[in-house]
Structure formats: structure tokens, C-alpha cells
């Protein structure tokens, strides 16, 4: 089989999601990977290094400057004339170009897979996890998105792939990019870190979230989470957001302060390593994932962490 790999990248660099994805398509065979942007030579170069990989095609296009899934989603179902299968990462990005490709190919998505068991068969969860089904597809081109902690990361270095220049169909006036505002900051990004600290409405209010997370983060050299309701509540923007609904982390230690651990948060961080939960509830869901559990007022405990590190 020959897959095809969505390249994420940002500001001239690969993202890390690209290289769980390269590892469950060498499960399936020969890796292809697509660099789709504007002046991203760079990005391609990058992309040709990945161990493991045959080739790099490279679509260079102000068409692509933003990622525009209506027009990726052409420029990706013209070039699985000539393979097998399509895989994206299971982020924003990849979960909206994907089922594009899938109705343009007319076939079913195979979403968020665990686990690669042969061509056409692999593992995905349900129920918010609850529970995993291993689904086989009858398709003859496979569309499938991959959930990065599921899968180690392909080397970086070491490759030495084709690079070849492909060409889409352009704008095709579907949609237009307006504007973005992009978060940066000094810490790991949440999704490759390999430690998080996240926060829950316990806190209060998010003048006392960052007070209390921000410094312990800091100490630690660890991402910053949070929990849907931190989020909804305003505590914390939505990139910080760990669940279902956010971000699905599998850190060496994921720290969960003042987090009840509803299933929908557990969706998304119970694969981490070593979790860590601190809450004032003996009862709390939390606990029952926990390797490391400390009932407490956080007020208390955090600032004392913090100081004692």
C-alpha cells in the first residue's frame, strides 16, 4: 500500500502530530507525505528528513497559505489517484480536512484510530473511551485520522525522501481566511509536553488559576491544561482545554488540580504515564485513575508545592 500523510506545520516548522501520523501509515507501507502552503520549501526540506519516509510532495500555492480545508481537500483526493490511503492527525486541522477528502472520495472515515492491526483493520475508541472497537473497512482507499498518543513519534533526522512539486486546482472560493489570532507562548506546547499541569473550576476564578498553575508550570517546565468547565467558566483560554472536547495529552505526568474528572476529561488525559490529582473530594472521579492521589484544600497545597520545589 502507499499512504499519504497531511504535513501540519506552523511558522516554517513541522508539528509533532505529523510524526505519530508517519508512524501508523509505515504500519500500512510506503510513506508518502503531502507539505501543502505558501513558501514552505523549507517545510518540505524539513519533511524529507523523517525517517522512514519515500517521498515528499510539495504543493506550493497562496491557495494554501492558511490551510483552507475546501481547497485542500481537492489538491488531496487528486493525488490518492495514486495511493492507498490518507492519513491525518487527529487535531483541528486534520479533523477538518479529513472528512472532506471522505466525501470527495465517497468513501467512510475511519476516526481517532488506536492501533493499526492489518490493511484494512484497526482499533479506534468509542464511548468516550470507555470501550475500543476494531472496525475493518471494505473501501478501497482508507481515510483515516490517527490519535498521536496512541502511536510513538517517527524520527525527525535520519530520512532522506523524494521532494516533488505538485500542483492543486486553486482557490475554489468556498470559503476565505479572515484572521487568527495565535497564542504563543514560552512553555511546551500541550499535546507534546512532558508534563502538564492543569486546572479545574475549583480554582475560582482565573485570576487565582494562573496565580496558582502558572508558577508550578513554571517550576516544572510543564505545559499548562484545563478542564472544559475552567474553560467555559473563563478561567483559562481554549487551547488549554484537555478532553473529549480538547486536547488528548498522554504526558509522563499530568498534574490535575481542582479537577472533579468527569469521562470527558478522563477521555483525554488518562493515557498519560503518572497522573497526579489533587482535590478536596475523597470521592472524586479522579482519584479512581490516579497513581498518585492527595486530598486537600489546593489553596494550601499548591502554593506549598510551588515553594518546596
Excluded: C
Amino acid at each position: 500500500m502507499k499512504t499519504l500523510v497531511w504535513v501540519e506545520h506552523e511558522e516554517g516548522q513541522l508539528k509533532d502530530a505529523t510524526l505519530s501520523a508517519v508512524t501508523a501509515a509505515s504500519k500500512l507501507g510506503e510513506v508518502h507525505l503531502l507539505v501543502a502552503g505558501q513558501n514552505v520549501g523549507d517545510v518540505g526540506a524539513q519533511a524529507a528528513k523523517i525517517a522512514g519516509v519515500g517521498k515528499v510532495h510539495v504543493a506550493d500555492d497562496a491557495a494554501f497559505a492558511h490551510g483552507l480545508a475546501e481547497n485542500v481537500a481537492p489538491l488531496i483526493a487528486g493525488l490518492m489517484d495514486h495511493h492507498d490511503a490518507f492519513l491525518a492527525p487527529s487535531t483541528t486541522t486534520g479533523k477538518n480536512i479529513a472528512p472532506r477528502v471522505a466525501a470527495l472520495l465517497d468513501v467512510m472515515q475511519i476516526s481517532d484510530i488506536l492501533s493499526v492491526e492489518s490493511d484494512d483493520t484497526f482499533t479506534r475508541p468509542i464511548y468516550a473511551g470507555n470501550a475500543i472497537a476494531t472496525v475493518k473497512s471494505s473501501d478501497s482507499k482508507k481515510v483515516i485520522t490517527v490519535r498521536g498518543t496512541a502511536f510513538e513519534k517517527a524520527a525527525a533526522e535520519g530520512g532522506s525522501a523524494q521532494v516533488e512539486a505538485v500542483s492543486g486546482t486553486g482557490d475554489k472560493g468556498l470559503s476565505s481566511f479572515v484572521g487568527q489570532e495565535v497564542a504563543h507562548s514560552e512553555r511546551p506546547e500541550l499535546t507534546s509536553a512532558n508534563i502538564i499541569v492543569s486546572g479545574g473550576r475549583a480554582l475560582g476564578s482565573s485570576e487565582q488559576f494562573h496565580a496558582l498553575i502558572d508558577p508550578l508550570a513554571d517550576k516544572l517546565g510543564a505545559a499548562v491544561g484545563a478542564s472544559r468547565a475552567a474553560v467555559d467558566a473563563g478561567y483559562a483560554p481554549n487551547d488549554y482545554q484537555v478532553g473529549q472536547t480538547g486536547k488528548i495529552v498522554a504526558p509522563g505526568i499530568y498534574i490535575a488540580i481542582g479537577i472533579s474528572g468527569a469521562i470527558q476529561h478522563l477521555a483525554g488525559m488518562k493515557d498519560s504515564k503518572v497522573i497526579v490529582a489533587i482535590n478536596k473530594d475523597e470521592d472524586a472521579p479522579i482519584f479512581q485513575v490516579a497513581d498518585i492521589g492527595l486530598v486537600g484544600d489546593l489553596f494550601k497545597i499548591v502554593p506549598e508545592l510551588t515553594e518546596k520545589l
